[in-house]
């Protein structure tokens, strides 16, 4: 089968959601770990309010400490404008920027409607491509809101449909709050095919209800060759009641490689990991690979 990227999101969306504050070098080795286990593609911090998300005040700082390795790629989120010009400033590789598919959801997690946050994308999008680096766009919550229920698939493939014409190096379905299941993951790539069947797709995973495994099944049934984890399995949204953390970066892996799917990543170095920040966190991580051995022991 076809091998599957798969995008290193603890630092941001994993730590972001921890009450525990990490130290700005814990962070960058749990980065920098991450490097070692084959991840090219991490999402290293958010250029937040530090307000808003303490445990992402320390972007500028991160970055300025990161390994600076051929082939891989530092993403940083961003909201607006200004967060953008302190992520060029600090010399991220791509940004990622998040319109969520609610307008209550949004305006309690970016202060906007969908349309104003609409709005910030194109602007961002422009400015990042005047930067000579590429935009993502996250659709957030796609499968569900906590606050005002289902998402309709019509209203996901029209939020992609209005980004299309700012040219997004890729457009992910999020599932924020964990309650989608594969049925919605087919319909929602399917929708997006509808808009544009070339754009890239990525898909991000929430295991809050323990559909994420499936889920990411699904997409990679259905064509999606991008899959954003989280080793350790940590992470949420803080402005989502009980949402819990990613699908675990070593967990998708041994699925992936049992199902025959490269991943160029070394298992048993991501479930060390895992194991790893759960001791700096002082919790018990979600990810389950680091409580038990490989299997067959040498997997790969």
Not at 128 to 140: H, W
Not at 145 to 174: K, Q
Request: net charge negative; aromatic share 4%.
């Amino acid at each position: 089968m076809a091998g599957v990227e798969i995008v290193e999101v603890g630092p941001r969306d994993g730590l972001q959601n921890e009450r525990v504050l990490l130290p700005t070098e814990v962070k960058v080795d749990y980065i920098t770990r991450a490097l070692d286990a084959g991840i090219r593609r991490l999402e290293a911090t958010a250029f937040v309010h530090p307000g808003r998300v303490p445990q992402m005040a320390d972007a500028e700082a991160v970055m300025a400490a990161v390994p600076r390795r051929e082939g891989v790629t530092y993403i940083g989120l961003v909201l607006n404008r200004r967060g953008l010009d302190r992520a060029l400033a600090a010399g991220v590789d791509e940004v990622n920027v998040v319109v969520v598919a609610s307008d209550e959801f949004s305006r309690r997690n970016q202060g906007t409607g969908v349309q104003e946050a609409l709005d910030v994308w194109h602007d961002v999008a422009g400015g990042a491509a005047a930067a000579g680096i590429g935009a993502s766009l996250t659709i957030a919550a796609a499968f569900g809101c906590p606050f005002t229920g289902e998402v309709p698939v019509d209203r996901v493939r029209a939020i992609a449909a209005a980004a299309l014409p700012s040219g997004p190096r890729e457009i992910a379905i999020a599932d924020t709050i964990g309650v989608g299941v594969p049925t919605q993951v087919r319909a929602l790539v399917a929708a997006i095919r509808e808009v544009d069947a070339d754009v890239p797709l990525r898909a991000h995973f929430h295991n809050t209800r323990n559909t994420g495994y499936a889920n990411a099944v699904a997409a990679l049934e259905a064509g999606v060759r991008t899959l954003d984890a989280s080793t350790g399995g940590i992470g949420g949204c803080p402005f989502a009641p009980q949402a819990t953390g990613n699908i675990a970066t070593e967990d998708l892996t041994y699925l992936l490689h049992g199902m025959g799917v490269p991943t160029g990543l070394d298992l048993p170095a991501l479930a060390g990991t895992g194991t790893w920040i759960g001791e700096r966190l002082g919790i018990a991580t979600p990810a389950l690979l680091g409580r038990t051995a490989t299997f067959p022991p040498a997997t790969r």
